[in-house]
């Protein structure tokens, strides 16, 4: 059995959601639809959405310590997803 930790992406039509995940649980989970990101939903573009949701993912993972993360590959790699874990590599999280 795996225990490994992975880094789970859900998009939906209004928002994205990141979860980090152990054996089944949330660890960490951030998301466009927290009151941090949803009180400037109509002053941003909304193509800055997934780099907002890395820096802030990236503080968390950082905050608990975890540095190596498995990617759950959902989906494509690309847009939203390829922005989000890039900012996280940026930010020194090693995704896998």
Do not use: C, W
Not at 3 to 21: D, E, G, W
Not at 48 to 65: V, W
Not at 77 to 88: N, P, S, Y
């Amino acid at each position: 059995m795996d225990h490994k930790l992975y880094l789970r992406i859900k998009k939906t039509n209004q928002h994205l959601y990141a979860y980090v995940l152990y054996k089944g649980k949330q660890l960490v989970t951030v998301s466009t639809n927290q009151k941090i990101i949803r009180n400037d939903i109509n002053k941003v573009n909304k193509k800055i959405y997934p780099e907002i949701l890395g820096y802030l993912l990236s503080d968390k993972i950082k905050e608990f310590g975890f540095l190596n993360i498995y990617l759950k590959r959902t989906y494509l790699f690309h847009g939203k997803v390829k922005t989000i874990v890039d900012v996280l590599r940026k930010n020194g999280v090693v995704i896998y």
